[in-house]
């Protein structure tokens, strides 16, 4: 019953509505599948206290803490075999450095120059955004929570492209569309610095100091009046020439971007420990060791 009440009130095909109204559609969707996949987020903190030997409330923004240790009801686990197991498969596997390299099929002098130019280039990229160091981190997620990802988006400026690993609890993916693991939407939830948000968006200063950060008071935190909770998602287009992909980023009182996304694939790079039998995400190596 709440679900067709709420269902009413907004559309799941937001990407299909007027941009002065698609942050209400995508707040509604998401809110939707928060609820609908609390499974998903149980796992990630039962995965997660088990890797960090912490009584995590949650992995997403603001929502991790360390307890108070009992020391009458000690629950910790002394031999910690899921923290050595992916430390240890990190170590071993995630140390090596793929590269790029790009060859050429019987070209000239210069044109195997520019191969090696590009080769170069590629080199400097991944060094400056310090990609190594993020796919160590997602490879090690992708062992703890079963999925691992790296976002890769342009800098202010837009001078050179950044990349940055993301906690996969932060993302969504309807269970229907992603059913054969490759969804047309994609969902990003983060708390952001109210403050921080007003400079990478000017002029939506009143919108932004309105919005809220939508945790619960149980977890009351002298910083959390200053968050907000910011929603990022993309539509794929539906077809190469069907021009209806969409790249949306919003609080609850305002759309902050709504753009064109003419891509055929998400910013994301994703590691899965192993494929699940079906959907989107994958299974860990401390789920299998369970």
Not at 7 to 26: C, G, N, T, V
Not at 31 to 41: A, N
Not at 44 to 64: A, D, H, Q, W
Not at 187 to 192: A, I, K, M
Request: proline share 4%.
């Amino acid at each position: 019953g709440d679900h067709k009440q709420l269902s009413k009130k907004f559309s799941a095909r937001w990407w299909k509505k007027d941009d002065l109204e698609i942050y209400k559609h995508i707040f509604g969707t998401v809110e939707m599948l928060e609820t609908r996949q609390q499974y998903r987020t149980m796992a990630n903190i039962k995965f997660s206290r088990l890797y960090s030997n912490l009584e995590t409330m949650g992995v997403f923004s603001g929502m991790y803490t360390a307890p108070i240790n009992d020391t009458f009801m000690p629950n910790r686990v002394s031999l910690n075999v899921v923290k050595s197991c992916v430390d240890t498969s990190t170590a071993k596997i995630a140390k090596t450095k793929p590269r790029p390299i790009f060859l050429t099929e019987g070209g000239d002098w210069k044109l195997q120059q520019r191969a090696k130019d590009l080769t170069m280039f590629l080199d400097g990229a991944f060094d400056t955004m310090g990609l190594y160091a993020e796919k160590q981190k997602s490879f090690r997620d992708a062992g703890i929570l079963g999925t691992g990802a790296v976002k890769f988006y342009p800098e202010a400026d837009k001078k050179q492209i950044c990349c940055e690993r993301t906690i996969i609890e932060e993302l969504l993916v309807d269970d229907a569309d992603g059913l054969y693991g490759k969804p047309q939407n994609l969902y990003q939830r983060r708390l952001v610095n109210k403050e921080v948000l007003k400079e990478m968006f000017p002029g939506n200063d009143d919108a932004i100091d309105s919005s809220t950060h939508h945790i619960p008071s149980t977890m009351n935190s002298d910083i959390l009046p200053d968050l907000v909770k910011v929603i990022e998602c993309w539509h794929l287009p539906s077809g190469p020439n069907a021009g209806d992909g969409k790249h949306v980023i919003c609080v609850d009182q305002k759309t902050l971007l709504s753009e064109k996304w003419d891509k055929d694939y998400f910013p994301f790079v994703f590691d899965r420990w192993s494929e699940g039998l079906l959907g989107f995400f994958g299974k860990g190596l401390a789920e299998e060791l369970i």
